[in-house]
């Protein structure tokens, strides 16, 4: 039992490392060619963003391997693979609830970071890229990194999941991490400054709080920093 666990948690490790690697090293081509230069002489910036975003893929990988494990040999999760298990309106309603409960869970998380004594020991490494490229999006402190890690694997205890809206949350998180810190706004002016497009968060949002540090906290939506009266607005095109 104990090697099966070792196993499935090295395998999920892989997985979350080779996909960090390659979302992005897409979207770091994707910014070489759009915006040329746009991150030269930031080499050893992004050698360290890469090796911290390493380590924290095993610290996500660690407690996602071990639910895995158990999900498939005990069925402990309630994540399920048919989809009439529910009414099929659930599959995005599904899809929202774990969206916005891991955006809660980052936007206090992230902002208890910014309490100096935190931001020092930790999320001080984060912030080290100034300005982000595409590679800084899992450049975390291993703290920092723990409470990412934890928030998905606990939502699968709690909220019935299907396997194949899991994998749309995964990618999800992954893609606007990446895309928010590129440094540069990807997605269409008309999008941006659309009414969807005014609750969502992108790069233009996100690049505001490596600017101005105390203000933008969230990581899909801007509902919390609306709420709470710390969204900043939009940086400069």
């Known amino acids: 039992m104990t090697t099966a666990i070792i196993l499935s948690a090295l395998a999920m490790t892989v997985i979350v490392a080779l996909r960090y690697l390659a979302t992005s090293g897409i979207f770091a081509l994707a910014t070489a060619r759009v915006r040329p230069g746009h991150y030269a002489g930031r080499g050893r910036q992004i050698r360290k963003e890469i090796g911290w975003s390493l380590a924290s893929a095993a610290i996500y990988g660690i407690p996602a391997g071990v639910v895995a494990w158990g999900w498939q040999e005990h069925g402990w999760t309630r994540i399920y693979t048919d989809a009439g298990d529910y009414p099929l309106w659930y599959l995005p309603l599904s899809l929202l609830i774990y969206l916005f409960a891991h955006d809660t869970w980052f936007y206090w998380t992230h902002r208890l970071l910014h309490v100096p004594r935190w931001f020092r020991l930790a999320h001080a490494v984060h912030h080290a890229s100034r300005p982000p ?13 723990l409470t990412g890690a934890v928030v998905i694997p606990a939502l699968v205890f709690l909220v019935p999941i299907h396997i194949g809206v899991l994998a749309l949350v995964l990618a999800i998180m992954t893609i606007m991490g990446v895309t928010n810190h590129m440094g540069w706004e990807m997605f269409p002016r008309w999008l941006v400054h659309s009414r969807l497009g005014n609750w969502l968060i992108t790069a233009s949002h996100h690049h505001v709080h490596h600017e101005a540090y105390l203000c933008n906290y969230g990581l899909y939506f801007r509902f919390w920093d609306r709420l709470c009266k710390t969204d900043k607005g939009l940086s400069s095109p």
Do not use: L
Not at 133 to 145: D, G, L, Q, R, V
């Open 133 to 145: 490229t595409a590679w800084a999006a899992m450049s975390f402190h291993p703290i920092e990194a």
